[in-house]
């Protein structure tokens, strides 16, 4: 490859002459270490051996590794006490280094997301991450005197070459193509290409040419390919299971078949061709069908809930439910009775401070309003704080109230049942060339579910580009024209609209479906036809812009409307989509990401599907933020034209984006610039983007319009102007336009020389350089536009009252009332008060960084069953090593939290020489009284006394007797 695997290969070559190595022109011109400095800067490490710590750590620094809290990415490492995780540049998992007195106990692999080990391993490889400039070496001194070598196309391969060290800013630093062609002649070698070389040697023809185009015709398709494939074998390709039997089905009574010459490999190829010599034919299915060819969907991991809390720092503003807003101070310890406990310190109003146990943690949260105006710090012990929460509920029952009653008026009202699934939906699903996502899966699910029952579909599906929204909505839109019935898909923009048009009508190639388009694209005339094909029901699917929603559109039998991005809709449109809602299905689809805990609220009260699942193999976006600098800006750009890509430029200002221009045009001279921005007339604009969608130019010069859902794969580098003047959840959208596919994406955050920083924004800005979306901090990236996203579903007069109370106290509002409206039982409450003596916390030595401090805290008090537990210990000991005594007794009040919630007793406390359960049921402490040896005495209507004797009072002790009373029943 070219991004920086040579020196692995390298070193793989070197150990192994058993290997194949495919190599592009551009990683054979990049310089290499020498063999001696591979092998002397290559630390071995093995179970059993003695390792010091601070040895290894020194090794790491020095050999270009960077120290960091969590490893994540590649090229980095951390330490925490005898463990080390280690993530090499060239390993698809990091490592985790457990040492006892200075000996390697164990060597595991673990999971990024997770952070748990999966695999032990009995030695294992770190190389140097950077070798040194003066230590160069050619790739071609690693291979053994009898290597041989295929050259593919070698003079493609040197004009490919030669262009890539012109449009390199250090091109001396790297091989010329003269000596790279030379290096590899010293080998056996042969070529390949289209045309013979012309050289003296033998010339070996490969009786090999392209197969006849197919019409794409379902219905013909077996007597093209009996025909095409007369007297030969034929293979046809096929990338998933589902499409083989779809395509035995379909194909397995041709005369090929019947034959026995025809069969069906799984693999992806881009295109077929016959080998006259073999007499076989190989096609692939998206060549019989003209599906074009489909890109290839990276495996997958599990969405993981965002939790803003991860990112808390000291100086946050942060929520007490029974105090309101203050500012989080940091992690205090506190003796209290004779033993030391861990507090969160909170400052309020005029400098009053409370200490929350850490325990209790689940008292504050982060304080997150979605909008740019600061609220002041309440006064403790004042009115304003009940007041507001008040405000809020009151607020938030009558909205679930109206919701609950649009929901009940949907359920009276008769819809259309479309059909269940037919022979031709099962073939068409079947023809989706990837594995569903489990999210996707049950989000489809649902989809047919709400359209085969007989009341209106209105359904919202959330999810960020490229996690598989339009599959959905295609699968539905079959469904419903499988039925008999139109589809209206409706989008924001014309460019939008010529995005999903061509998808559609790719991925329904086989089927005898009328797809069309309503936008700006169209001729006058062309929009007449549509119109009249349209009510005369001759159109199956029509997909466009507002112009769908106006007055003078008819349909002949609509059956099913989709949306994409509602929001950006106008008052008129969203009248008119209101009336379509009493009488068709809906799915609305929005890229805004709805949080979970949101979602989890309105379960019962709004039909929502979640896409959470992102791509598995998506490699994080390096992002960077930098001051403004010429050489900086030409290098970033040329790279990415070297790899055949394309580049955003976002300058927000339009009435100097010309002089910005002439600017990157001066830096870069070869480059081709087109300008996009919100004043340009609109038709003007959608040409500009077309023009940047079919590669006619290579650098887009635009204001924030980039944002707007456009899938651009080809797009990988974005720069941000003034990235200062932006929010971050803005620059997190932004960023979200590259890094999509298999490439490195990068992310420049450009900063005007000499401009000083706010605080403010210098804080924006490191956060969205230190956070990727792999990471756990991905949450402060994504919080201002969860905000949005609620403030979208829910509307501007709840936003306010977010910003009042802070967004999870108002998600917790929300499924209180919920409940209660739908006459549900309230949750089991785990908030039980356990003070006993002895010490329970998370020393500074065991888990010294505070964020990862504060998750563990966080996760233990909301932790409901035993089993969970089991799993944090188990966690704790992978991650930490061996807890210390305060971390297990942390772990035993954990499990006696849940034993007494169970009881529904609220506090667990001594007094003298008693044991005291203060309890919220009088009949579940009977029971729990008649069930045990020892003596509950039940003395008043709120408390439970059990007697002790004087050793029973040693702290462990009496957790020890707490336990098993509470467990006895």
Request: proline share 4%; glycine share 8%; aromatic share 6%.
């Amino acid at each position: 490859g070219s991004d920086g695997t040579a020196d692995s290969s390298a070193k793989e070559s070197v150990e192994s002459a058993n290997h194949v190595f495919v190599a592009s022109i551009h990683s054979l011109l990049q310089p290499t270490p020498r063999r001696e400095t591979l092998a002397n800067n290559t630390r071995i490490l093995r179970v059993g051996e003695r390792v010091a710590v601070d040895d290894l750590l020194r090794w790491l620094t020095s050999h270009g590794y960077h120290a960091t809290s969590a490893v994540e990415l590649p090229g980095e490492f951390s330490s925490r006490g005898g463990i080390v995780d280690i993530f090499a540049a060239d390993w698809y998992q990091p490592v985790r280094i457990e040492l006892f007195d200075d000996e390697v106990e164990s060597i595991r692999r673990f999971d990024v997301s997770s952070q748990r080990s999966i695999e032990s391993l009995d030695a294992l490889e770190v190389t140097i991450l950077q070798p040194s400039d003066s230590d160069v070496r050619h790739f071609a001194d690693y291979l053994p005197p009898n290597a041989w070598v295929l050259l593919i196309e070698p003079e493609k391969a040197t004009q490919e070459g030669a262009a890539y060290l012109k449009r390199l800013d250090r091109a001396a630093d790297f091989h010329s193509v003269p000596e790279t062609m030379r290096r590899l002649g010293e080998f056996s070698f042969a070529t390949a290409g289209a045309l013979t070389a012309g050289t003296l040697g033998v010339t070996c023809r490969l009786q090999i040419e392209s197969v006849e185009r197919f019409s794409g015709d379902i219905g013909r398709v077996r007597e093209e390919l009996d025909r095409v494939g007369q007297g030969h074998d034929v293979m046809v390709v096929a990338p998933t299971e589902a499409e083989v039997e779809r395509l035995t089905e379909l194909l397995g009574t041709s005369g090929l078949a019947a034959a026995g010459r025809l069969s069906f490999p799984i693999g992806t190829l881009k295109t077929g061709f016959r080998m006259a010599a073999e007499r076989t034919i190989v096609v692939t299915a998206h060549e019989l069908f003209h599906r074009g060819e489909l890109r290839r969907m990276p495996r997958r991991r599990l969405g993981k809930a965002i939790d803003s809390f991860l990112d808390l720092r000291e100086g946050d503003l942060v929520v007490h439910l029974a105090h309101g807003i203050g500012r989080y101070r940091g992690l205090r310890l506190l003796e209290k009775a004779g033993h030391v406990e861990e507090h969160l310190e909170i400052e309020f109003h005029g400098g009053t401070k409370i200490y929350v146990p850490a325990a209790k943690i689940d008292l504050v949260q982060k304080y997150v309003g979605g909008t740019k105006g600061r609220p002041t710090l309440a006064k403790i012990g004042g009115q304003l704080w009940l007041r507001q929460k008040k405000a809020a509920e009151a607020a938030v029952m009558d909205m679930a109230a109206d919701l609950l009653d649009v929901q009940a008026a949907r359920v009276s009202r008769p819809g259309i049942a479309f059909a269940g699934d037919s022979d031709w939906q099962h073939e068409f699903d079947a023809s989706f060339p990837y594995q569903p996502t489990p999210d996707q899966a049950l989000a489809i699910e649902a989809v047919k579910h709400d359209m085969t029952s007989p009341r209106p579909m209105d359904r919202l599906l959330c999810g960020d580009v490229g996690f598989g929204k339009t599959e959905v909505a295609m699968r539905a839109a079959f469904k419903a024209v499988d039925s008999g019935y139109q589809v209206a898909v409706l989008v924001p923009t014309t460019i939008l609209a010529e995005q999903h048009y061509q998808t559609f009508r790719e991925r329904m190639a086989e089927f005898p479906f009328d797809i069309a388009r309503l936008s700006r694209f169209c001729t006058p005339q062309e929009e007449r036809e549509a119109l009249e094909r349209l009510a005369f029901g001759q159109i199956d699917i029509v997909i466009g812009t507002h112009r769908l929603a106006s007055k003078d559109v008819d349909f002949y039998n609509l059956g099913l409307v989709v949306i994409d991005e509602e929001q950006r809709f106008g008052v008129e449109v969203k009248e008119r989509l209101k009336t379509l809602r009493s009488t068709v299905d809906i799915l609305t689809m929005t890229a805004t990401p709805i949080p979970r805990t949101l979602h989890m609220s309105l379960v019962g009260v709004r039909d929502i599907s979640n896409l959470e699942t992102p791509p598995e193999d998506r490699i994080a976006v390096e992002t960077r933020v930098t001051r403004w600098k010429d050489e900086l800006i030409h290098h970033a750009i040329m790279r990415e034209l070297n790899r055949g890509g394309q580049i955003y430029f976002v300058h927000n200002r339009v009435n100097d984006i010309e002089v910005v221009a002439k600017k990157l045009q001066r830096i870069v001279p070869d480059v081709t610039i087109g300008i996009g921005h919100g004043q340009m007339p609109e038709g003007q604009l959608e040409k500009v983007m077309v023009d940047f969608v079919n590669h006619r130019f290579d650098l887009l010069l635009a204001t924030t319009i980039v944002e707007s859902g456009l899938d651009i794969p080809n797009a990988n580098t974005i720069f941000v102007d003034e990235a200062d003047r932006y929010g971050l959840a803005d620059l997190h959208q932004l960023r979200g336009r590259v890094g999509r596919y298999k490439h490195r994406a990068y992310c420049y955050l450009l900063i005007d020389q000499g401009k000083s920083l706010t605080p403010n924004a210098a804080k924006r800005l490191r956060a969205i350089e230190e956070f990727s979306d792999m990471g756990a901090g991905f949450a402060i990236a994504m919080r201002d536009l969860e905000i949005r996203g609620a403030g979208n579903i829910l509307g501007t007069q709840q936003s306010g009252h977010i910003q009042a109370v802070g967004y999870e106290l108002y998600c917790q509002l929300l499924e209180t009332a919920v409940r209660k409206l739908k006459h549900m039982p309230p949750k089991l409450s785990l908030d039980v008060d356990v003070d006993l003596p002895g010490e329970a916390f998370l020393p500074d030595e065991y888990v010294p960084d505070m964020r990862l401090k504060i998750d563990i805290y966080r996760r233990l008090t909301r932790i409901s069953n035993v089993n969970e537990i089991r799993d944090l210990e188990t966690e704790l000991n992978d991650r930490f090593g061996e807890p210390p005594a305060t971390v297990r007794r942390m772990l035993e009040i954990a499990e006696l939290r849940i034993d007494a919630a169970i009881w529904q007793i609220a506090a667990v406390t001594t007094e003298d020489n008693y044991l005291v359960f203060n309890y919220t049921d009088r009949g579940r402490i009977g029971q729990l009284a008649k069930r045990n040896k020892r003596p509950v005495r039940v003395v008043d209507h709120k408390s439970a006394y059990v007697p002790l004797d004087k050793p029973d009072l040693e702290p462990n002790r009496l957790l020890q007797i707490a336990r098993q009373i509470l467990r006895a029943g």
